[in-house]
């Protein structure tokens, strides 16, 4: 399974930007599926996700919304009132392999990035 994010780029503080990740292979409906983000010299911080439940970031919540189109096997991230702190490269994660999926450890399967930089 190969994961492809696209939609980043450079943006004010308050704009919006919606990411997409596409998978090319089987990723079943159940699978758990994430939006991962890092920072140079740090981890990678979880999100949101989707799954069984939906959740984020106490940081994002009320601002980005994850959903997913299992058609076309393909996540989403919409973000809006985008903030400098939100400054990040955005990884898409997919098929979590236990049960904790605000862990980056959990997941089988990773896009190459995508990087979101929001400054005035």
């Known amino acids: 399974v190969k994961l492809v994010e696209s939609g980043g780029g450079s943006i004010q503080p308050g704009g919006s930007l919606k990411l997409s990740c596409v998978a090319s292979?089987?990723?079943?409906?159940?699978?758990?599926m994430a939006w991962f983000r890092q920072t140079p010299g740090k981890g990678r911080d979880f999100v949101a996700t989707i799954g069984q439940t939906t959740r984020y970031q106490e940081s994002v919540k009320g601002r980005f919304t994850i959903s997913r189109d299992n058609g076309v096997n393909a996540l989403y991230l919409q973000m809006n009132s985008l903030q400098t702190e939100d400054t990040a490269v955005y990884y898409c994660?997919?098929?979590?392999?236990?049960?904790?999926?605000?862990?980056?450890?959990?997941?089988?399967?990773w896009g190459q990035g995508t990087q979101v930089t929001v400054s005035s």
């Open positions: 994660a997919a098929c979590a392999i236990f049960d904790i999926p605000s862990s980056s450890e959990a997941y089988q399967y």
């Open positions: 292979g089987y990723i079943e409906d159940s699978c758990t």
